[in-house]
């Protein structure tokens, strides 16, 4: 098993451009999450999911989208790339037990 | 809403020396769970406590919930340079809310 995989590993941005941030994971978990992690903050939870076809907001979700259109991916979306998006943005999994599976996150730069 | 604040946010250990870093919750929390972040890696689960004053070990490690599940400790002893990383406490309340994080770098 791969666990929990994110795509890509490190990307750069120009302001104002658009891109899909891609997780999966081959544990048949049920529940998916979008962190970002930025120095002295710890996770920040932007949305979730509890099964394919639902997704909820977590604590800061303003200029993300994302979808769940297959049980085993989690897409999130940045529409209108800011600087203050810049971070590094994990997933992770959940199969209901409450102990979280963290990909090997994305380190994104918006310039 | 939920809040995890953990103390403190750096420790800076004399390697073969022991410590503790601290996780409070301002509402009663229904499970705890702590991560460890190794530099450069993304967070790893270290253990769940789910009883009110549980304690639990991992060889030099070992995490005690508090009788009114509002907080948590992990004591490390014997700190080697292997315990650098961040620590995270997670609380689950009606989802999971993660503390700030404990950075610790150890002297040789």
């Known amino acids: 098993n791969a666990g929990v995989t994110q795509t890509p590993k490190f990307r750069v941005l120009k302001t104002g451009q658009s891109m899909t941030l891609l997780c999966a994971q081959d544990m048949n978990h049920e529940y998916m999450y979008w962190y970002r992690q930025d120095p002295g903050m710890g996770l920040r939870l932007i949305h979730y999911?509890?099964?394919?076809?639902?997704?909820a907001k977590g604590e800061v979700p303003d200029g993300y989208n994302v979808s769940r259109l297959k049980k085993q991916n989690f897409l999130l979306g940045l529409e209108s790339a800011a600087p203050s998006q810049t971070s590094v943005y994990f997933c992770?999994?959940?199969?209901?037990?409450?102990?979280?599976?963290f990909g090997p996150g994305t380190r994104l730069t918006v310039l | 809403g939920q809040q995890v604040m953990q103390i403190p946010q750096y420790q800076h250990v004399q390697e073969g020396e022991d410590f503790t870093t601290y996780c409070n919750s301002s509402?009663?929390?229904?499970?705890i769970q702590w991560y460890k972040q190794r530099p450069g890696g993304h967070p790893v689960f270290l253990i769940q406590?789910?009883?009110?004053?549980e304690v639990k070990k991992q060889k030099r490690l070992t995490f005690q919930f508090g009788e009114a599940k509002k907080n948590s400790s992990l004591h490390i002893t014997a700190t080697q340079t292997t315990d650098v990383g961040t620590y995270f406490c997670?609380?689950?309340?009606?989802?999971?809310?993660f503390g700030a994080g404990t950075t610790v770098t150890v002297r040789a």
């Open positions: 992770a999994s959940e199969e209901g037990t409450d102990t979280q599976y």
């Open positions: 509402t009663t929390l229904s499970n």
């Open positions: 997670a609380g689950d309340d009606y989802k999971l809310s």
């Open positions: 999911s509890v099964g394919e076809g639902t997704t």
């Open positions: 406590l789910v009883k009110s004053g």
